[in-house]
């Protein structure tokens, strides 16, 4: 990570820049580091830091008591907090901490810990999304770079499959059969995992087709499953296409309703289909396969 600047901290601990300071003075608590031009920086050890003082705060420390104790002490304070039964916002907090470290063993110990405290919905629901959100604007504001987004994403997207693997097989008499895919040139597969775990947990038929898929491949995939819904996400911006025009192309393909929802496509769609269902977000689709 590069050098951060005092509004970076800021923004990726919710502790304001004037607090900070003010810390700085009344506490000694100083972590800024000076350039050959005595302009003040931060790094990654020092965000880690503002992290779990954050946790503390938050938990009911004052910053006259954090600021007396050792690191190791903090460390292990703030551990102690995370595997309890902390609110989401600290969850998120631990997630991005270990993000800022890319620390895999921690990712996936939180999110593990999350998982048995919680169960996998709400800990997608109402932790990782969030989570997301809150990296995707920290890219955003190039705070963080797209290493980070890609090892956050890659960690989760291995406990949704771990998730979906270990469900029990239980289909139910009035399974509907889904086809889950992404268009050419769409990477973001997340959402899409996602619900593949729901669709599964409620005991349908699922045939997951993956990210970037050609509609030559996506066509023969549709005449020979058959599905009952075809499901897709849209997120990005396409250089071959508009959104109208790719979900044209789709429900001309698709011999199935198209289930359609993103960033992309909760915009001002104009084009509309007899086949084609916008779904607003995960609670519509849920009602739904239920």
């Known amino acids: 990570m590069d050098k951060l600047s005092i ?172 086809l889950l895919f992404l268009p050419p040139q769409e990477q973001h597969e997340l959402s899409l995992l996602y619900a593949e775990y729901l669709l599964k947990k409620a005991g349908h038929k699922v045939l997951y087709l993956g990210a970037d898929l050609p509609y030559a491949i996506l066509q023969e995939a549709s005449d020979f499953f058959k599905p009952d819904y075809a499901l897709t996400v849209l997120t990005s911006a396409y250089s071959y296409a508009t959104v109208e025009d790719i979900l044209k192309s789709l429900c001309n393909i698709l011999n199935a309703p198209l289930l359609v929802s993103g960033y992309a496509v909760l915009q001002d769609i104009k084009f509309s289909h007899h086949h084609l269902h916008v779904l607003p977000g995960i609670e519509a689709f849920k009602k739904m396969i239920h």
């Open 7 to 178: 509004s970076h901290i800021e923004s990726l601990t919710g502790i304001k820049a004037h607090t900070l300071r003010i810390w700085e003075q009344r506490y000694n608590l100083s972590r800024c580091k000076r350039t050959g031009t005595n302009i003040r920086y931060y790094d990654s050890e020092d965000l880690r830091f503002f992290l779990n003082v954050a946790t503390l705060s938050h938990n009911g420390f004052k910053i006259s008591e954090i600021s007396k104790m050792p690191e190791k002490d903090i460390d292990a304070l703030v551990h102690q907090i995370n595997t309890g039964a902390a609110q989401p916002d600290f969850k998120i907090k631990q997630l991005l901490n270990a993000t800022v470290a890319m620390d895999a063993n921690a990712f996936d110990e939180s999110l593990d810990t999350f998982t048995l405290e919680m169960g996998m919905q709400q800990t997608m629901e109402k932790v990782v999304f969030p989570f997301l959100h809150q990296i995707g604007n920290l890219w955003q504001s190039k705070t963080i770079n797209v290493a980070h987004e890609h090892f956050a994403s890659h960690k989760i997207a291995q406990k949704i499959s771990v998730e979906t693997r270990s469900l029990k097989s239980t289909e139910r008499m009035d399974a509907r059969k889904y």
